[in-house]
């Protein structure tokens, strides 16, 4: 399979790469050229991820109209199964994966026309977080899929983005101006940075003020993020999700970051646990915010995650997750392929 040419991306808040022990030379690594290093993984990791994929492309676990999961969480699914086939460089359309990543391309498309650009799911409370996951996986996809009614779909579901930015500069559960929180501030500070690099214009005063509210969630006393500004207690889980949307912003050397960082290191090593609340959702960034924090802090943290995520993979390959075993697999692939790069969203 030949690799597409990569976009150079704006995500640096979840840019990825790493010299990783492996057995393989790099001759036969075959791992894209790129200048920041060479991305390689154990045997045991690429075997994890080769059976998570294996697991997603199996008959009966993706739907017939292209979606993965149940009604609830379809389009959060979806996306996340999705970015797993590209983030190992495979390709919609081409390969053995390639009509299976074009269905779940098109079932989200379709779910864009027939919902005037929204992607969510209008039951799901937390629709507009499915919607940001959605446009990340179709801007993540460009370049590479040949439909072409994915840029009119991106076009639409950016702009509804933009119109549901409240005044403070963040985001809520519904594609409304309403109020906000830190993670889907971050969901869609995320999306919208992929977005532009796909080439849908996003207007730079709608990343300030997304910034300004992600540095009022910070609690000045430990250096940790809250969800809401002045309110709850500031945790890892929004702890990983602001420093990397910070650093997607461009204040990778901010005061702020710099200390939310600090946070996430001193924080105490039940991080790791299996059981270890939001396990997902925390470590997808956490991850990579230790990779944007240097080497050092990157190797010291990588083969503690990832010692995790492959104990918890289940016989078939697939892994259990909050919200569904594709939810689950998805992310601990995308957690565990960090250093592959194939992915825009995973380069320096």
Not at 11 to 30: E, K, R, W
Request: aromatic share 10%; charged share 20%.
């Amino acid at each position: 399979m030949t690799t597409p040419p990569l976009r150079k991306t704006l995500i640096a808040a979840l840019s990825a790469a790493s010299l990783l022990t492996a057995s393989l030379p790099l001759a036969q690594a075959q791992e894209p050229a790129q200048a920041v290093g060479v991305a390689r993984l154990t045997p045991e990791v690429r075997t994890s991820i080769r059976r998570g994929l294996e697991y997603l492309a199996k008959d009966g676990v993706q739907n017939p109209n292209g979606s993965w999961g149940g009604s609830g969480n379809v389009v959060a699914e979806t996306s996340v199964g999705l970015m797993a086939f590209m983030l190992k460089g495979y390709v919609p359309g081409r390969g053995n994966y390639g009509r299976i990543m074009d269905k779940a391309i098109s079932f989200l498309i379709n779910k864009g026309r027939e919902q005037r650009g929204f992607l969510g799911t209008p039951s799901n409370h937390a629709g507009m977080y499915e919607h940001g996951l959605a446009v990340l996986a179709l801007s993540e996809a460009w370049g590479q899929s040949k439909n072409p009614r994915l840029k009119t779909t991106l076009r639409r579901a950016v702009d509804i983005i933009l119109r549901a930015q409240n005044s403070e500069g963040g985001w809520r559960y519904n594609p409304e101006p309403s109020d906000a929180d830190l993670s889907m501030t971050v969901m869609h500070l995320v999306a919208l940075n992929s977005a532009r690099e796909a080439g849908i214009s996003v207007p730079d005063v709608t990343i300030e003020k997304a910034t300004k509210y992600v540095l009022s969630c910070q609690d000045e006393t430990s250096g940790g993020f809250r969800y809401q500004p002045g309110g709850g207690e500031a945790g890892f889980a929004r702890t990983a999700a602001g420093v990397m949307s910070l650093i997607m912003c461009g204040q990778r050397r901010h005061k702020a970051t710099q200390r939310g960082l600090a946070f996430l290191k001193a924080y105490p090593e039940r991080k790791f646990a299996k059981n270890y609340p939001r396990f997902h959702y925390s470590h997808y960034y956490a991850v990579q915010a230790m990779y944007q924090a240097g080497e050092t802090d990157f190797q010291a943290w990588y083969p503690k995650i990832s010692a995790t995520i492959l104990s918890k993979q289940e016989q078939d390959g697939s892994w259990n997750g909050a919200h569904g075993k594709v939810y689950g697999t998805g992310f601990s692939i995308l957690i565990l392929g960090v250093p592959y790069r194939y992915l825009p969203i995973y380069q320096r």
